[in-house]
């Protein structure tokens, strides 16, 4: 069956700490790959994709994710977060010859100031 | 541009009662994908509609119907609310053509009591 991994649910990390949240999938075929986040009181808004090509990609706000074939993974990373990175991270996957996204069951990050 | 609408915000019902939510897809989206998110849970996919059709449904009992409008608007209707129904549904909208990045709306809590 189809489905993501996200096995950190709780992160908490003070500020200028690393960050890498990690995420397995299982889908047979090729994949598209995304990570959204979802902060405190708004909708899900879209971090970064990868589709195809080089597989590490940047996505906004200092976030990069990098797809490794072999391992099913796509782990979410930042180098140094800050107070307003509090938010709830959810990857998700969905195949070419289908239109739904499939996510995970999230990771609450928390950063203290 | 305004984004992904929906309406209402929050909604109360009943064991055996009936909901209908609204969404309005983001302008110059034709695709609209409904979501159930469970508290603590990531998001579930409902079904999608493109020119008002249902293009692909999840695993969801047909107590969940949808519909979408000639403006691509959608619907999304509940019928016999059970208490496990209660959940934030989001609207996902995006261009049929090109890559399938979805945006998402802020959602309707519905709390059936």
């Known amino acids: 069956a189809q489905s993501v991994s996200q096995h950190n649910h709780h992160v908490i990390l003070s500020e200028a700490a690393s960050l890498e949240l990690g995420c397995n999938y299982s889908?047979?075929?090729?994949?598209?790959l995304f990570w959204y986040v979802q902060y405190p009181g708004q909708h899900l808004q879209l971090l970064l994709k990868?589709?195809?090509?080089?597989?590490l990609v940047k996505g906004i706000k200092g976030f990069e994710a990098e797809f490794i074939k072999s391992k099913f993974s796509f782990n979410l990373r930042k180098p140094s977060v800050q107070w307003s990175d509090t938010a709830e991270y959810f990857c998700?996957?969905?195949?070419?010859?289908?239109?739904?996204?499939?996510f995970g069951s999230g990771t609450r990050l928390l950063v203290r100031p | 541009d305004a984004g992904v609408t929906q309406s209402p915000t929050h909604l109360i019902k009943t064991r055996g009662q009936q909901v209908t939510l609204r969404c309005s897809p983001k302008?110059?989206?034709?695709?609209v994908s409904w979501y159930q998110q469970a508290l603590g849970q990531g998001p579930q996919f409902i079904f999608q509609?493109?020119?008002?059709?249902?293009?692909q449904r999840g695993n969801f009992p047909d107590r969940f119907s949808g519909h979408q409008f000639p403006n691509y608007s959608s619907e999304l209707n509940v019928n016999a609310l059970l208490l496990g129904d209660s959940a934030l549904y989001l609207c996902?909208?995006?261009?049929?053509?090109?890559?399938?990045?979805?945006?998402f709306g802020p959602g309707t809590r519905l709390t059936v009591l």
């Open positions: 509609y493109y020119e008002e059709e249902e293009r």
């Open positions: 990868y589709f195809s090509g080089d597989p």
């Open positions: 996902a909208s995006r261009r049929t053509s090109g890559y399938n990045e979805q945006f």
């Open positions: 302008s110059g989206h034709d695709t």
């Open positions: 998700a996957v969905n195949g070419d010859s289908s239109y739904k996204l499939i």
């Open positions: 889908y047979g075929g090729t994949v598209n």
